[in-house]
């Protein structure tokens, strides 16, 4: 990864260049680079493997420039370059973003305005510095708790050849930007680092999958947290062998963590940004302001959150990063937004409709979630500003223990892990369905009891189902990965009443 030192300099030369330009009316330069590590684990019991792979990595330098034109301040072009950071290569970029100026009605301009506020240091965690070595050492840690927990399993004759399969990765996420544009008075800089695990365990004698996930900021979590994913992932996978089948039905459910992640990450955060609003492809649509969640339930992003894995000081716009509050007491209050979607919904001639009765006279949605994304989450140069996320933190007033949802719930089944979860019907609608694949049981007067069979069930049902009226909400947020989300979530557990179950069938 190239040095924040190196991106603040070569942004300052960048900018003298542009600045030069007479035919520039305004222009944004942006830098980053990225680097995304896997250690991938591949261990079968009964075929010769290597336990841990060769490692993965996606790694991602260079610039972005914008430019708007002097002659009409809304004809905007873009363009970016990867890995050469010299004079030429700004000059190169530059005429290619003036052929591809087209003139957007909808541009505004760069954000502007002084930073407002001392920024804190922008190294907190040491996963920015920390080696392969420690990477593998972690891998390897995964698949130590893991064996060493396989191997004091009960005897079991079904087990003497158990096929067993331990898959998944270890994965550092690491990213350094410096930006600057003509209505700021500095290169503001920014960087951050996180790490994101996640176990699968499979048991072929037993017919039986577990799954275990952690997330965190410095690598001491990662040290600590490894041998507990790979024990918890065996252990699940030794709980839930020869699972049941249900028939297709409605069942009362608990919905754990990880399946309330998965449900937010694919059909609710996508439909709590201007962007969606001003589309009216929200699933809210005309109801900012109006309740849309039970009113035990709020919602808000923090890329300060304190247990959060991700901190972030700055947007990949410049913009100092604060908490975000979408939903308050179930009501929706807040969007996430980048500056050109602030923009073009505040100034959307059919807002009122788009927003709905309840909408406040004044509005306010200020540019704190714009971010250029690429795979895994990481801040790319040759993405577009969009509206995401970070930490992402759902809190319940008046929560009860996990114990007391499976008693709420008294017949039905507990959903530990889903996957495949997307629309159906369209955004808006808010129908989804998803495949219930592991970590899962029948609930029986109150008790957790049979597991459930990997894959045997789909649900089919409406978000308003999961998050309007819930029989119960757990008390705790807890730690929940998405494969593939920018965004770290912190979600309790929700039961909720009558959801559709469609039974698949064995293969």
């Known amino acids: 990864m190239r040095r924040l030192a190196e991106l603040q300099s070569f942004t300052r030369e960048a900018s003298r260049i542009l600045a030069r330009e007479k035919d520039l009316g305004s222009y944004e330069i942006y830098c980053a680079t990225a680097e995304h590590r896997i250690a991938r684990l591949n261990y079968t019991s009964d075929i010769p493997s290597r336990g841990l792979e060769e490692f993965k990595s996606l790694h991602a330098d260079g610039f972005q420039l914008r430019v708007a034109m002097r002659r009409d301040p809304h004809e905007v072009g873009a363009a970016f370059e990867a890995g050469d950071f010299t004079s030429d290569s700004v000059r190169d970029a530059l005429r290619r973003a003036r052929s591809a100026a087209v003139v957007d009605p909808h541009f505004s301009g760069f954000p502007a305005g002084p930073l407002a506020r001392k920024l804190g240091p922008s190294e907190k965690s040491d996963l920015a510095r920390v080696g392969d070595g420690a990477l593998a050492a972690a891998a390897w840690g995964v698949l130590d ?46 960087e951050s680092a996180h790490f994101n695990a996640s176990v699968t365990s499979i048991i072929e004698s037993l017919d039986a999958k577990g799954t275990a996930s952690a997330l965190g900021d410095s690598a001491a979590a990662m040290r600590r947290d490894a041998p507990a994913l790979g024990r918890d992932a065996v252990r699940r996978a030794l709980a839930l062998s020869h699972g049941v089948r249900p028939a297709s039905g409605n069942f009362r459910v608990v919905l754990g963590p990880q399946p309330i992640a998965e449900i937010l990450n694919y059909m609710v955060m996508g439909s709590l940004t201007a962007g969606a609003f001003h589309a009216a492809s929200s ?11 039970d009113s035990r339930l709020s919602l808000a992003d923090d890329p300060a959150f304190s247990a959060g894995a991700i901190r972030r000081r700055i947007t990949c716009e410049g913009i100092p990063t604060r908490r975000v509050e979408l939903i308050s007491d179930g009501k929706l209050v807040g969007l996430l937004s980048n500056f050109y979607d602030t923009h073009r919904l505040l100034t959307d001639e059919n807002r ?13 949605f200020p540019p704190l979630s714009g ?19 970070t930490n992402v933190v759902m809190r319940a007033r008046g929560g009860v223990t996990d114990g007391e949802l499976v008693r709420v719930v008294g017949h039905g089944i507990y959903v530990g ?80 009443d009558s959801i559709a179950l469609a039974e698949v069938a064995a293969t």
């Open 145 to 190: 708790g893991a064996l060493a927990t396989f191997a004091k399993r009960p005897a079991n004759p079904r087990t003497e050849q158990p096929g067993l399969i331990i898959g998944g990765d270890v994965s550092v996420i690491r990213d350094r930007i410096a930006i600057f544009n003509s209505n700021f008075t500095e290169v503001r800089t920014d």
């Open 283 to 293: 699933a809210y649509h005309a109801k900012f302001g109006a309740p849309v969640m």
């Open 352 to 364: 009122a409709e788009k927003l709905g009765a309840s909408a406040p006279t004044k509005l306010n």
């Open 371 to 389: 971010y250029r994304l690429g795979e895994g989450g990481g801040r790319r140069f040759d993405a577009s500003p969009g509206s995401a996320g």
């Open 417 to 496: 892990r889903i996957w495949y979860t997307y629309p159906i019907n369209g955004q808006r609608a808010g129908d989804f369905t998803c495949t219930v694949t592991g970590d899962s049981y029948m609930i029986r007067d109150g008790k957790i009891t049979e597991p459930l069979a990997p894959n045997c069930l789909r649900i089919n049902a409406n978000i308003a189902q999961v998050f309007e009226h819930p029989l119960s909400v757990g008390a705790r947020p807890r730690p929940a990965t998405v494969w593939g989300s920018p965004e770290a979530y912190y979600v309790p557990a929700i039961a909720a």
